[in-house]
């Protein structure tokens, strides 16, 4: 009579005889063929949720060199995104700053990732009484993000935000994690633009999504102003976490002289532009960019930026295409047209282009007053997806429309509506943490 070891042996064999004669599955592909499956994974989102199908799976995606090469085939994915809250527009602690999902990640409960840990509620207090701030007055900005951090400048009211020009305190912080760190501001000069970018180079390889709250810079575009204020010299300082402020090389100096003001136009492939309306005596009209990479100002003239054109963000806004491509959309009169070139190759081409006074016809709430002579349309928002236009008023806009930019529909679009200032995208962070099993498959053993 066999033994019960003997029997143990024999059931053993047979089950890895039948595993050997039965049709082959997921777990018998060799890893470089599984990675090369795992990097076809439609998001981040999706990876995520494939690394905890089994050990194996969570052991090829937690390496770096995969984590890498899935970055460049895929976008960042986009959780969702801040803006101002026109309902609870005076919270102290967010500014009145909420979080919208993206329709794609209406899933992320299943992985924890439920809506509410992207409140803001965790933020310090932005008047504390080493400030001398007044309480009620103070509240937190949020004038950027990238990744999964956030930046916001602290202010006073939001009916001063305008005509305040002195560069304040800052704060960089992680929803997710609900960490900040606090940023002592540069004295002298007057800011014009606050961004955040990615952190140091750490050697890791993951692609360009090396920022965190540890690891991240921060610009800060300043004038440079003359005694007598005859003119004003753009300059750039940037954070470094962990280091502080510094100051890049050097550039030439550019002159802003006879521009009455810089308003912000847009950022795409690694440089931020301000549309400038200049004095009626000036001749020729320009745009000031800045390349995130050298810190270096230039003057550079897109369509409809030429002689004798007054420049403002109201008509004029830069913005990313796809791949390497950059985008101008540009208002004259009602005509809405959206140019395109791709990365320094070129001139740039007309992509398309409507008349918003015909296009919006019949639209629920139009007027006939909207957008006539003294009324002409006006750019409200733009990104990448769409513009928001609206008649020029001197008061708030009074009624606002969505133009897709790939068709140049419009429509009335109250999702888009509701966040008709400026909004945030938030990316998860990357690479994702993960537990990653390093043990190698034992013969005979399957890991789950």
Not at 73 to 92: E, F, I, K
Request: glycine residues 8%; proline residues 6%.
């Amino acid at each position: 009579m066999a033994t019960e070891g003997q029997r143990r042996r024999k059931n053993k064999t047979k089950a890895k005889a039948k595993r050997a004669s039965g049709p082959a599955g997921m777990n018998d592909l060799p890893d470089h063929v599984l990675e090369l499956v795992l990097l076809r994974v439609g998001s981040s989102f999706d990876l995520i949720h494939a690394a905890f199908t089994c050990k194996p799976w969570r052991r090829i995606i937690a390496e770096p060199r995969f984590l890498s090469r899935f970055r460049s085939l895929h976008a960042p994915h986009v959780a969702g995104h801040y803006y101002h809250d026109v309902v609870d527009p005076c919270n102290r602690n967010t500014g009145g700053h909420v979080f919208l999902p993206a329709p794609s990640s209406s899933r992320d409960a299943l992985i924890g990732l439920d809506p509410c840990r992207f409140s803001l509620d965790f933020l310090p207090d932005p008047a504390p009484a080493e400030y001398g701030g007044s309480t009620n007055s103070s509240y937190w900005e949020l004038v950027d993000s990238r990744g999964g951090l956030l930046l916001f400048h602290r202010c006073e009211t939001r009916s001063e935000l305008d005509s305040r020009c002195y560069l304040d305190d800052l704060l960089v912080c992680e929803p997710l994690t609900r960490r900040c760190q606090g940023i002592l501001a540069p004295t002298g000069g007057k800011f014009f633009g606050l961004f955040l970018l990615d952190g140091e180079s750490t050697g890791g390889g993951h692609g360009r999504s090396s920022i965190g709250i540890s690891n991240f810079r921060v610009v800060a575009s300043l004038y440079d102003c003359a005694d007598d204020y005859s003119r004003d010299v753009p300059s750039a300082l940037v954070f470094h976490s962990g280091t502080g402020w510094r100051e890049p090389e050097k550039s030439a100096d550019i002159e802003l002289l006879g521009y009455l003001e810089l308003s912000f136009a847009g950022r795409a492939n690694g440089s931020f532009y301000w549309a400038m309306e200049k004095e009626p005596e000036e001749e020729d009209g320009a745009v000031l960019a800045l390349d995130e990479a050298t810190m270096n100002y230039s003057l550079v003239t897109f369509p409809g930026t030429g002689l004798e054109t007054a420049t403002d963000a109201s008509t004029f806004r830069v913005v990313q295409g796809e791949g390497a491509a950059s985008r101008v959309v540009r208002l004259t009169g009602n005509e809405l047209t959206v140019f395109a070139r791709h990365q320094g190759l070129g001139d740039w081409v007309p992509e398309r282009r409507v008349d918003i006074s015909e296009a919006t016809l019949g639209l629920p709430g139009r007027e006939e007053w909207h957008f006539q002579e003294l009324t002409a349309a006006m750019i409200v928002a733009a990104n990448a997806r769409f513009v928001l236009v609206a008649p020029k008023r001197e008061e708030e806009p009074c009624w606002i429309v969505s133009v897709e930019l790939d068709t140049m529909q419009v429509e009335r679009a109250d999702e888009r509506i509701r966040c008709a200032g400026d909004v945030y995208p938030y990316e998860l962070p990357w690479p994702p943490a993960l537990q990653a099993c390093t043990a190698h498959r034992r013969p005979g053993r399957r890991h789950r």
